[in-house]
């Protein structure tokens, strides 16, 4: 599991971010904003990021959703 820091509301975050190997997808959890999303492995990283601003959109403003998305794909593009 890779835990990073995002900024939300100006404060910084952790963000858990679980490859599950067997189903090929990235778990990830906020656990501050009792969110959470599993997505797949196979996406680029744009529809990666794509995927996260969808489900965030209903929490926060598009500002905050794209930095946030930007913060986990950067993650997850070294891995």
């Known amino acids: 599991m890779l835990q990073i820091q995002t900024s939300i509301n100006e404060a910084r975050v952790p963000v858990f971010i679980f490859p599950h190997e067997e189903r090929n997808t990235y778990i990830i959890s906020i656990p501050d904003m009792n969110f959470s999303l599993e997505y797949s492995r196979t996406l680029t990283e744009a529809d990666q990021a794509e995927e996260i601003v969808l489900h965030l959109f209903?929490?926060?403003d598009e500002e905050t959703c794209e930095s946030v998305?930007?913060?986990?794909?950067?993650?997850?593009?070294t891995k």
């Open 58 to 60: 209903n929490v926060m």
């Open 69 to 77: 998305a930007r913060d986990i794909t950067r993650a997850t593009s």
